[in-house]
């Protein structure tokens, strides 16, 4: 059974609580972009690519419901003005993701189009921004499998022991089904390297404070029956160097929330520290990220804003108790582990600069730096691009 973070029909919409895993499966209902708004910024829902498309599918949701209760306005620019105004509230509830910004900015410039249109009607305004909304969740799932792919073949063609041995790869926080719309980004480069019987193992970080590692990837990995370890995010450069030669550990690959136009990226706090240790290691440190994830708009990761997250994520941790025999799967607490009274510092993210980063895979390949040095990331929007699909190394 696929695992399915996003539940969606034209009037429903529901999201995989992904607080509550993974000791328990259950799904909120999302009737609106308010419901969307605090179901991102309470990460009941998470990751880059999800973020955008639950934000996405919740307007369209709220607005089936105005039209079928007929409280939808027949005036195009009313419909227009009213989803400007939720998508600009949606977009505040997690400002670091830019896949929720573009997103946003796309399904605008759908709408003012079909508002132009002669005859235009609130109600085809309305189709046309719920038609688009679901097309975003079509394409995210595609795009997730190309860039499986196009990593998958990078990390084994740079593989020092020859692309006929299998690899091991270590990753961060969570990239898969549960943070995309399916599938995944960098756990979807796990994903096909284990489909062609090319990984040997797969390892992942507990990724501290929200431990979405050991809670979410280690629940995916056991879930598809992918050979995998999990270990703190504190013994990473030992893994290296300890397991590295043995394990035959290729890459590490990491998800990102937003690429800036020099390559620099802001993902998962932790991500810094494991290029730092890849580059130390001579191990190739790759980042996985559809276009949407791209800022060009962003000149470096110095305009990056890193969101701070309350101190309370660090200093508590909750859970169903255990008994010194079994998980009370009924019983959950939350429970203190630092010092009463001591001040923490909590970002969710931290910036790998461009020069630590071997390569960025997206849907239509991997892109590597030029002979400069320097990743030119502008040509992934030429219109060319849009049409290259390479199934080898540096299409791009």
């Known amino acids: 059974m696929v695992l399915e973070a996003i539940r969606y029909t034209s009037d429903d919409l529901q999201i995989l609580n992904q607080l509550k895993l993974p000791h328990a499966s259950e799904y909120d209902d999302i009737s609106s972009s308010r419901d969307a708004w605090h179901a991102i910024?309470?990460?009941?829902?998470?990751?880059?690519?999800?973020?955008?498309?639950?934000?996405?599918?919740?307007?369209?949701?709220?607005?089936?419901?105005?039209s079928t209760g007929h409280e939808l306005s027949e005036i195009a620019e009313e419909v227009q003005a009213f989803i400007f105004e939720k998508l600009d509230y949606l977009v505040t509830s997690r400002p670091t993701a830019v896949n929720l910004a573009d997103?946003?900015?796309?399904?605008?410039?759908?709408?003012?189009?079909?508002?132009?249109?002669?005859?235009?009607?609130?109600?085809?305004?309305?189709?046309?921004?719920?038609?688009a909304a679901e097309q975003m969740l079509v394409d995210d799932v595609s795009d997730n499998q190309a860039i499986g792919k196009h990593g998958a073949e990078w990390i084994l063609k740079h593989a020092e022991s020859g692309e006929d041995v299998q690899v091991?790869?270590?990753?961060?926080?969570?990239?898969?089904?549960?943070?995309?719309?399916?599938?995944?980004?960098?756990?979807?480069?796990?994903?096909?390297?284990?489909?062609?019987?090319?990984?040997?193992?797969?390892?992942?970080?507990?990724?501290?404070?929200?431990?979405?590692?050991?809670?979410?990837?280690?629940?995916?990995l056991v879930h598809d029956k992918i050979p995998a370890t999990l270990i703190t995010d504190s013994m990473?450069?030992?893994?290296?160097?300890?397991?590295?030669?043995?394990?035959?550990?290729?890459?590490?690959?990491?998800?990102?929330?937003?690429?800036?136009?020099?390559?620099?990226?802001?993902?998962?706090?932790?991500?810094?520290?494991?290029?730092?240790?890849?580059?130390?290691?001579?191990v190739k440190f790759l980042v996985a990220a559809p276009r949407t994830t791209i800022d060009l708009g962003t000149k470096s990761g110095e305009d990056i804003v890193i969101e701070e997250r309350p101190g309370r994520e660090v200093t508590l941790v909750k859970g169903p108790r255990?008994?010194?025999?079994?998980?009370?799967?009924?019983?959950?607490?939350?429970?203190?582990?630092?010092?009463?009274?001591?001040?923490?510092?909590?970002?969710?993210f931290d910036v790998t600069p461009a020069e630590l980063i071997d390569g960025i895979i997206t849907e239509v390949g991997v892109v590597e730096k030029s002979d400069d040095g320097v990743f030119h990331l502008e040509k992934l929007f030429d219109g060319s691009s849009d049409s290259i699909k390479p199934s080898t190394i540096g299409g791009i």
């Not at 309470?42 to 709220?62: D, F, H, K, N, S």
């Not at 255990?322 to 969710?348: C, K, M, R």
């Open 322 to 348: 255990f008994d010194g025999a079994s998980l009370d799967l009924e019983q959950v607490e939350t429970v203190s582990i630092a010092a009463d009274g001591i001040d923490v510092w909590n970002p969710a």
């Open 168 to 220: 091991s790869v270590l990753t961060h926080c969570n990239t898969g089904s549960l943070a995309t719309a399916g599938y995944g980004t960098a756990l979807g480069v796990v994903r096909s390297l284990h489909a062609t019987s090319s990984l040997k193992h797969a390892f992942c970080t507990e990724t501290r404070p929200y431990n979405q590692g050991s809670r979410l990837t280690a629940f995916e």
């Open 236 to 282: 990473a450069a030992a893994l290296l160097r300890l397991k590295g030669p043995t394990e035959r550990i290729a890459a590490i690959v990491v998800g990102a929330d937003r690429v800036a136009a020099n390559g620099d990226t802001a993902n998962k706090i932790g991500t810094y520290a494991l290029a730092i240790a890849a580059k130390y290691h001579k």
């Open 41 to 66: 910024k309470e990460m009941r829902t998470r990751g880059a690519p999800a973020i955008a498309i639950v934000a996405a599918l919740a307007l369209a949701v709220e607005l089936t419901t105005l």
């Open 103 to 131: 997103a946003a900015r796309k399904l605008k410039r759908v709408v003012e189009k079909a508002g132009v249109v002669s005859g235009a009607t609130g109600e085809s305004v309305k189709r046309a921004y719920v038609e």
